[in-house]
Protein backbone atom coordinates (compact mmCIF):
# COMPACT_ATOMS: atom_id res chain seq x y z
CA UNK A 1 0.00 0.00 0.00
CA UNK A 2 1.39 3.26 -0.55
CA UNK A 3 0.66 5.92 1.55
CA UNK A 4 1.68 9.70 1.77
CA UNK A 5 1.86 12.06 5.07
CA UNK A 6 1.49 15.90 3.88
CA UNK A 7 2.75 18.43 6.70
CA UNK A 8 2.43 21.98 7.38
CA UNK A 9 5.77 23.69 8.37
CA UNK A 10 4.63 26.90 10.71
CA UNK A 11 2.98 25.97 13.53
CA UNK A 12 3.42 21.83 12.65
CA UNK A 13 6.67 20.99 12.23
CA UNK A 14 8.83 23.58 13.28
CA UNK A 15 9.01 25.07 16.19
CA UNK A 16 8.31 29.09 16.82
CA UNK A 17 12.24 29.92 15.80
CA UNK A 18 11.68 28.13 12.77
CA UNK A 19 13.49 25.11 13.56
CA UNK A 20 11.99 21.69 12.87
CA UNK A 21 11.62 19.64 16.14
CA UNK A 22 13.71 16.88 16.87
CA UNK A 23 11.25 13.96 17.31
CA UNK A 24 9.24 14.92 14.08
CA UNK A 25 12.72 14.67 11.90
CA UNK A 26 13.50 11.39 13.36
CA UNK A 27 9.57 10.46 13.12
CA UNK A 28 9.73 11.25 8.86
CA UNK A 29 12.71 9.33 8.54
CA UNK A 30 10.74 6.34 9.67
CA UNK A 31 7.96 6.78 7.74
CA UNK A 32 10.27 7.62 4.73
CA UNK A 33 12.13 4.04 5.83
CA UNK A 34 8.64 2.28 6.18
CA UNK A 35 7.54 3.67 2.69
CA UNK A 36 5.86 6.74 3.33
CA UNK A 37 6.05 9.61 0.83
CA UNK A 38 6.25 12.89 2.77
CA UNK A 39 5.26 16.20 1.63
CA UNK A 40 5.82 19.60 2.61
CA UNK A 41 2.50 22.15 1.89
CA UNK A 42 2.82 25.83 3.35
CA UNK A 43 2.34 28.94 2.81
CA UNK A 44 5.72 29.91 2.57
CA UNK A 45 7.38 30.86 -0.79
CA UNK A 46 9.70 28.26 -2.18
CA UNK A 47 12.67 30.18 -1.23
CA UNK A 48 11.40 30.05 2.44
CA UNK A 49 10.43 26.29 1.99
CA UNK A 50 13.79 25.49 0.41
CA UNK A 51 16.05 25.17 3.30
CA UNK A 52 13.86 23.12 5.69
CA UNK A 53 13.31 20.08 2.44
CA UNK A 54 17.14 20.01 2.28
CA UNK A 55 17.19 19.62 5.88
CA UNK A 56 15.21 16.42 5.85
CA UNK A 57 16.09 15.15 2.42
CA UNK A 58 13.30 15.62 0.65
CA UNK A 59 13.25 15.52 -2.90
CA UNK A 60 9.88 15.30 -4.34
CA UNK A 61 7.67 17.97 -4.69
CA UNK A 62 6.35 20.59 -2.03
CA UNK A 63 3.69 22.53 -2.18
CA UNK A 64 4.45 26.50 -1.50
CA UNK A 65 2.09 29.44 -1.53
CA UNK A 66 -0.91 27.26 -0.07
CA UNK A 67 -0.84 25.47 -3.04
CA UNK A 68 -0.40 27.85 -5.58
CA UNK A 69 3.23 27.02 -6.72
CA UNK A 70 4.61 23.39 -6.59
CA UNK A 71 8.27 22.86 -6.79
CA UNK A 72 10.24 19.57 -7.59
CA UNK A 73 12.98 20.23 -4.51
CA UNK A 74 15.13 17.99 -6.37
CA UNK A 75 15.38 21.08 -9.28
CA UNK A 76 13.66 23.93 -8.23
CA UNK A 77 11.57 23.10 -11.77
CA UNK A 78 8.25 24.49 -11.35
CA UNK A 79 5.46 21.58 -11.62
CA UNK A 80 2.65 23.76 -11.38
CA UNK A 81 2.05 27.69 -10.87
CA UNK A 82 -1.42 29.31 -10.19
CA UNK A 83 -1.00 33.05 -10.31
CA UNK A 84 -3.24 36.41 -9.87
CA UNK A 85 -4.35 37.63 -13.65
CA UNK A 86 -3.59 41.14 -14.97
CA UNK A 87 -7.18 42.28 -13.50
CA UNK A 88 -7.34 40.28 -10.51
CA UNK A 89 -4.42 41.87 -9.73
CA UNK A 90 -4.86 45.33 -10.21
CA UNK A 91 -8.39 45.45 -8.71
CA UNK A 92 -6.93 43.40 -5.70
CA UNK A 93 -3.94 46.14 -5.45
CA UNK A 94 -6.49 49.52 -6.01
CA UNK A 95 -8.55 48.25 -3.37
CA UNK A 96 -6.08 47.88 -0.87
CA UNK A 97 -4.16 50.94 -1.52
CA UNK A 98 -7.27 53.13 -1.43
CA UNK A 99 -7.64 51.63 2.27
CA UNK A 100 -4.35 52.68 3.12
CA UNK A 101 -3.01 49.03 3.93
CA UNK A 102 0.56 47.84 4.08
CA UNK A 103 0.94 45.42 0.88
CA UNK A 104 3.55 42.74 0.13
CA UNK A 105 3.85 41.11 -2.91
CA UNK A 106 4.46 37.28 -3.64
CA UNK A 107 5.62 37.46 -7.19
CA UNK A 108 8.32 34.73 -8.30
CA UNK A 109 10.52 33.31 -5.17
CA UNK A 110 10.69 36.74 -3.32
CA UNK A 111 8.41 38.89 -0.83
CA UNK A 112 8.33 42.72 -2.70
CA UNK A 113 7.48 45.68 -0.11
CA UNK A 114 8.35 49.19 -0.10
CA UNK A 115 9.46 51.73 2.08
CA UNK A 116 5.96 51.66 4.22
CA UNK A 117 6.68 48.07 4.61
CA UNK A 118 10.02 48.35 6.31
CA UNK A 119 8.93 48.51 9.38
CA UNK A 120 6.23 45.50 9.67
CA UNK A 121 9.19 43.07 7.38
CA UNK A 122 9.43 41.32 10.13
CA UNK A 123 5.61 39.66 9.76
CA UNK A 124 6.40 38.03 5.97
CA UNK A 125 9.98 37.77 6.01
CA UNK A 126 9.84 34.26 7.27
CA UNK A 127 7.95 33.09 4.27
CA UNK A 128 10.61 33.94 1.87
CA UNK A 129 14.48 34.49 2.47
CA UNK A 130 14.14 36.72 -0.34
CA UNK A 131 12.51 40.42 -0.04
CA UNK A 132 13.17 43.37 -2.15
CA UNK A 133 12.03 46.51 -1.67
CA UNK A 134 10.95 48.53 -4.58
CA UNK A 135 9.37 52.26 -4.77
CA UNK A 136 5.75 51.27 -4.82
CA UNK A 137 4.41 47.90 -4.31
CA UNK A 138 1.37 48.71 -5.83
CA UNK A 139 2.56 49.21 -9.50
CA UNK A 140 4.54 46.08 -10.07
CA UNK A 141 4.07 46.51 -13.64
CA UNK A 142 6.84 49.45 -13.05
CA UNK A 143 9.70 46.23 -11.73
CA UNK A 144 8.47 43.77 -13.91
CA UNK A 145 7.24 40.83 -11.97
CA UNK A 146 3.30 41.42 -12.87
CA UNK A 147 2.93 38.37 -14.26
CA UNK A 148 4.33 36.32 -11.81
CA UNK A 149 2.26 36.95 -8.74
CA UNK A 150 0.73 34.64 -7.02
CA UNK A 151 -0.34 36.05 -3.98
CA UNK A 152 -0.54 39.63 -1.67
CA UNK A 153 -0.39 39.56 1.70
CA UNK A 154 -1.89 43.55 3.19
CA UNK A 155 -1.86 44.70 6.88
CA UNK A 156 -3.67 47.42 8.42
CA UNK A 157 -6.36 47.94 11.15
CA UNK A 158 -9.25 45.61 11.16
CA UNK A 159 -12.01 47.28 10.07
CA UNK A 160 -10.65 48.29 7.07
CA UNK A 161 -8.86 44.49 6.38
CA UNK A 162 -12.83 43.40 6.57
CA UNK A 163 -13.65 45.81 4.24
CA UNK A 164 -11.14 44.99 1.85
CA UNK A 165 -11.50 41.14 2.09
CA UNK A 166 -15.25 41.53 1.82
CA UNK A 167 -15.23 43.45 -1.29
CA UNK A 168 -12.08 41.17 -2.95
CA UNK A 169 -13.98 38.22 -2.11
CA UNK A 170 -16.95 39.42 -4.13
CA UNK A 171 -14.44 39.74 -7.80
CA UNK A 172 -14.64 36.09 -9.86
CA UNK A 173 -11.47 33.76 -9.47
CA UNK A 174 -10.17 35.55 -6.27
CA UNK A 175 -9.81 33.39 -2.68
CA UNK A 176 -9.74 36.35 0.44
CA UNK A 177 -8.85 35.24 4.21
CA UNK A 178 -8.35 37.64 6.93
CA UNK A 179 -7.37 37.41 10.37
CA UNK A 180 -5.89 38.74 14.01
CA UNK A 181 -2.27 38.49 13.48
CA UNK A 182 -1.14 38.00 17.00
CA UNK A 183 2.17 38.31 17.13
CA UNK A 184 4.12 40.51 19.56
CA UNK A 185 4.78 43.98 17.94
CA UNK A 186 2.05 44.04 15.92
CA UNK A 187 -0.71 44.52 18.28
CA UNK A 188 -4.34 45.99 16.60
CA UNK A 189 -2.93 44.47 13.02
CA UNK A 190 -4.95 42.45 10.98
CA UNK A 191 -3.68 40.71 7.99
CA UNK A 192 -5.33 39.64 4.37
CA UNK A 193 -4.11 37.30 2.23
CA UNK A 194 -5.41 37.51 -1.46
CA UNK A 195 -4.43 34.64 -3.93
CA UNK A 196 -6.22 33.00 -6.95
CA UNK A 197 -9.40 30.50 -5.88
CA UNK A 198 -7.81 28.03 -8.01
CA UNK A 199 -5.40 26.65 -5.56
CA UNK A 200 -5.71 26.08 -2.04
CA UNK A 201 -3.72 23.35 0.25
CA UNK A 202 -7.08 21.01 -1.27
CA UNK A 203 -5.69 21.21 -4.43
CA UNK A 204 -2.13 20.79 -3.80
CA UNK A 205 -2.56 17.51 -1.10
CA UNK A 206 -4.58 16.24 -4.27
CA UNK A 207 -2.21 17.07 -6.75
CA UNK A 208 0.94 15.16 -4.26
CA UNK A 209 -1.60 12.06 -3.93
CA UNK A 210 -1.86 12.17 -7.72
CA UNK A 211 1.86 12.58 -8.56
CA UNK A 212 2.70 10.03 -5.69
CA UNK A 213 0.03 6.91 -7.35
CA UNK A 214 -2.47 7.25 -3.35
CA UNK A 215 -5.86 6.77 -2.63
CA UNK A 216 -7.11 9.77 -1.12
CA UNK A 217 -8.24 7.25 1.70
CA UNK A 218 -4.17 6.62 2.39
CA UNK A 219 -2.88 10.11 2.65
CA UNK A 220 -2.72 12.32 6.40
CA UNK A 221 -3.09 15.83 6.83
CA UNK A 222 -1.39 17.47 10.04
CA UNK A 223 -1.48 21.43 10.35
CA UNK A 224 -2.45 24.44 13.03
CA UNK A 225 -4.14 27.20 10.78
CA UNK A 226 -7.41 28.35 8.82
CA UNK A 227 -5.05 27.65 5.41
CA UNK A 228 -4.90 23.98 6.36
CA UNK A 229 -8.90 23.40 6.72
CA UNK A 230 -8.92 22.57 2.46
CA UNK A 231 -6.04 19.89 3.21
CA UNK A 232 -8.53 18.62 6.25
CA UNK A 233 -11.53 18.46 4.01
CA UNK A 234 -9.80 16.52 1.55
CA UNK A 235 -7.61 14.20 3.07
CA UNK A 236 -8.26 10.33 4.23
CA UNK A 237 -7.09 11.82 7.75
CA UNK A 238 -6.17 15.04 8.99
CA UNK A 239 -4.34 15.90 12.51
CA UNK A 240 -4.50 19.42 13.97
CA UNK A 241 -2.35 20.53 16.34
CA UNK A 242 -3.44 21.31 20.26
CA UNK A 243 -3.16 25.31 19.37
CA UNK A 244 -5.35 25.27 16.71
CA UNK A 245 -7.91 27.70 16.28
CA UNK A 246 -11.94 25.95 16.95
CA UNK A 247 -12.46 25.96 13.28
CA UNK A 248 -9.90 24.25 12.08
CA UNK A 249 -10.28 21.60 14.91
CA UNK A 250 -13.43 21.49 13.70
CA UNK A 251 -12.74 20.15 10.89
CA UNK A 252 -10.01 17.31 11.96
CA UNK A 253 -10.43 13.51 12.50
CA UNK A 254 -8.46 13.81 15.41
CA UNK A 255 -7.02 16.65 17.72
CA UNK A 256 -3.45 16.10 18.74
CA UNK A 257 -1.62 16.59 22.01
CA UNK A 258 1.23 18.28 20.73
CA UNK A 259 1.59 21.82 20.97
CA UNK A 260 4.03 23.72 18.32
CA UNK A 261 5.80 24.77 21.46
CA UNK A 262 7.58 21.18 22.05
CA UNK A 263 6.29 19.71 18.71
CA UNK A 264 6.14 15.93 18.22
CA UNK A 265 2.76 16.67 15.87
CA UNK A 266 4.18 14.54 13.24
CA UNK A 267 5.02 11.66 15.51
CA UNK A 268 1.74 11.25 17.37
CA UNK A 269 -0.18 12.03 13.78
CA UNK A 270 1.73 8.93 12.64
CA UNK A 271 0.98 6.56 15.75
CA UNK A 272 -2.27 7.30 15.80
CA UNK A 273 -2.77 6.40 12.46
CA UNK A 274 -1.22 3.07 12.74
CA UNK A 275 2.13 4.40 10.68
CA UNK A 276 4.40 4.09 13.34
CA UNK A 277 4.58 1.61 16.77
CA UNK A 278 3.83 3.25 19.62
CA UNK A 279 6.96 3.70 22.05
CA UNK A 280 7.36 0.61 24.19
Not at 44 to 56: I, K, N, P, Q, W
Request: glycine letters at 10%; aromatic letters at 6%.
Amino acid sequence: MTRLLVTDLDGTLLDPDGLVHDRDREAIVALRRAGVHVALCTGRLYSGTRHVAEELELTGPVACVDGSHIVDAHSGRALHLATLDAVQLGTALRCVEQAGLTCFVFAGDAVYYDAPGAELLSYVSLWSRECLEVDRVTAPHRWGVHQQVMALVALGAPEHVHEVGTRLNQQMGLYCAWFDVRRPGFEGQWGLIVRSSAASKGTAVRWLAQHHGVARQDVIVVGDWLNDVPMFEWAGQAFAMAQAPDEVKRVATCVLDAHTTEGGGILEAARRAGWLPHAG
